[in-house]
């Protein structure tokens, strides 16, 4: 737990200092409030089908913070030589993945409180809960650790950043297009597939709609231990190339 915890704050002592981290929250902060007035404040609507629009747009916002936020963690230590340092140290990868991946998740925690003011704004205007909100924001907290993770285990497969990153774009754009491939198939392998959708399923029916079930829990969290699974075994396997 010790070794978690010094690579958790300094690796959210480097997001909190990096100019390049407080970009990707402005730019897509600005996309959300834009997003939010553009399309969901359009005309005379139902407020709960405001707050669901809202969250539909956010949902891409959320997964795309999390991308930008992890596909540089390991293949950047490897440019650098600084993954060298941690791998001689008595850190085990489990660490090290666990350690930035819990920085990066309060980083989009943050990055998500920021914008909590857009849905208040649809509260006073309308009608709707303070528990639909909640499950919201806990779906796209989800849906963003689990771009995370994916994010991770692209950094962890690639040396290159920009490799890193395109493999876990390709990787979640994949996940979440499961359900539109999944129509095309006869069950049950439709029914599988549908099932690990990351989007379509677990969200738009659940989280975005204020819906809260342990099963789309239970499955985000699910994904996460998955991916960081997988970028843990990668690191392992490279450690003895």
């Known amino acids: 737990m010790r070794a978690i915890s010094i690579i958790y704050r300094r690796e959210l002592s480097a997001y909190l200092r990096s100019p390049f981290a407080w970009?990707?929250?402005?730019?897509?902060?600005?996309?959300?409030?834009v997003m939010l007035w553009a399309f969901a404040m359009q005309g005379e609507q139902l407020s709960a089908i405001v707050l669901e629009r809202f969250f539909y747009y956010s949902s891409g916002i959320s997964m795309a913070a999390g991308l930008l936020l992890s596909f540089r963690l390991i293949s950047e230590e490897r440019q650098t030589h600084s993954l060298v340092l941690l791998n001689t140290s008595p850190v085990r990868d489990s660490e090290i993945i666990l350690g930035k991946f819990l920085a990066a998740l309060t980083f989009l925690l943050i990055l998500l409180l920021l914008s909590f003011y857009m849905p208040l704004l649809i509260k006073v205007n309308g009608k709707i809960s303070g528990m639909q909100v909640v499950v919201g924001y806990l779906g796209l907290l989800l849906i963003g650790a689990?771009?995370?993770?994916?994010?991770?285990?692209?950094?962890?497969?690639?040396?290159?950043?920009?490799?890193?990153g395109?493999?876990?774009?390709?990787?979640?754009?994949?996940?979440?297009?499961?359900?539109?491939?999944?129509k095309k198939l006869d069950s049950p392998v439709r029914d599988v597939l549908q099932e690990l959708d990351l989007w379509w399923v677990h969200f738009q029916n659940g989280f975005?709609?204020?819906?809260?079930?342990?099963?789309?829990?239970?499955?985000?969290?699910?994904?996460?231990?998955?991916?960081?699974?997988?970028?843990?075994k990668t690191m392992e396997a490279k450690r003895w190339q």
């Open 23 to 33: 970009v990707i929250a402005a730019v897509l902060l600005l996309l959300n409030g």
């Open 146 to 164: 689990a771009a995370l993770a994916i994010g991770i285990f692209g950094s962890a497969l690639a040396k290159n950043q920009l490799v890193a």
């Open 166 to 182: 395109v493999v876990a774009t390709a990787m979640l754009i994949l996940m979440v297009l499961l359900y539109m491939f999944a």
């Open 208 to 232: 975005m709609r204020g819906v809260l079930n342990l099963k789309d829990v239970i499955y985000y969290l699910a994904v996460i231990y998955f991916f960081l699974l997988l970028a843990v």
